[in-house]
């Protein structure tokens, strides 16, 4: 049974940062592409950054620069370090994970809140 069990959330300042973590149990994430995707209320899911079994890593406009996705193989962790966080931020965040021999699978984690407010 896959499990994708997201932490680290919460409510920070503007300009702050957070460090999100996402334990994955059930597959061996070195064989898949990580990702972390937010969704704000009223809005469709988004991805905000992603990496490779090959450590590539992509980032949407938005976040490049202050969000960076980095993964841990033999803990088996995925993580997202968010500095410069904004208003608009604040979503839930999910982990995903996406298997390399087949793209039309994902596994999603409940997701984690980030608030960012004054």
């Known amino acids: 049974q896959v499990q994708l069990v997201e932490s680290g959330g919460g409510l920070v300042q503007p300009g702050g940062s957070l460090r999100l973590s996402c334990a994955a149990s059930?597959?061996?994430?070195?064989?898949?592409?990580m990702g972390w995707y937010r969704q704000a209320p009223g809005k469709q899911r988004e991805m905000v950054a992603a990496?490779?079994?090959?450590?590539?890593?992509n980032y949407d406009g938005s976040v490049k620069g202050r969000f960076t996705i980095s993964k841990d193989n033999a803990k088996n962790a995925v993580h997202l370090q968010m500095n410069s966080l904004k208003p608009d931020d604040t979503a839930v965040y999910y982990c995903?994970?996406?298997?390399?021999?087949?793209?039309?699978?994902?596994?999603w984690g409940q997701g984690t809140q980030v608030t960012v407010s004054s």
């Open positions: 059930g597959i061996k994430i070195r064989m898949y592409r």
């Open positions: 995903n994970a996406r298997p390399n021999w087949d793209i039309s699978v994902n596994y």
């Open positions: 990496i490779t079994s090959g450590d590539s890593t």
